[in-house]
């Protein structure tokens, strides 16, 4: 499976941004999809998610309210919409994709394909 992710970018505080993720290689149907996100001197972690049985939809407890995870099958695609961006949201946004999937998984160690990452930058 490729990943190519995109829609960084930068941005003033309290604006959007909508990223994409768009997938190749596997049926992207029976994938779930992470968002996971890297700052400078951070550890990457998980941002959001949707898995492929149900759509179910999973977030980290700083972007609840903000952020939104959906996916399109038929143009095998994850999107991250971003609102009310802060700064604490400036950091490298990767998707990811299970491909043996039974539980949503939220550890990065978890996903088998990454994508190579987009630069998202909030400014005050």
């Known amino acids: 499976v490729q990943l190519q992710a995109s829609g960084g970018g930068l941005v003033q505080a309290g604006g959007s941004l909508r990223l994409s993720c768009v997938a190749s290689?596997?049926?992207?149907?029976?994938?779930?999809m992470g968002w996971f996100r890297q700052a400078p001197g951070k550890e990457r972690e998980f941002v959001a998610g949707?898995?492929?049985?149900?759509?179910?939809?999973f977030y980290v407890d700083s972007v609840k309210g903000r952020f939104t995870v959906s996916r399109d099958n038929a143009k095998n695609t994850v999107y991250l919409q971003m609102n009310n961006l802060g700064l604490e949201d400036t950091a490298v946004y990767y998707c990811?994709?299970?491909?043996?999937?039974?539980?949503?998984?939220?550890?990065?160690?978890?996903?088998?394909?990454w994508g190579q990452g987009t630069l998202v930058t909030v400014s005050s």
């Open positions: 290689g596997r049926t992207f149907s029976s994938l779930d």
């Open positions: 990811a994709a299970d491909r043996d999937s039974i539980v949503f998984q939220r550890t990065t160690w978890a996903y088998d394909y």
């Open positions: 949707i898995n492929w049985r149900r759509g179910g939809t």
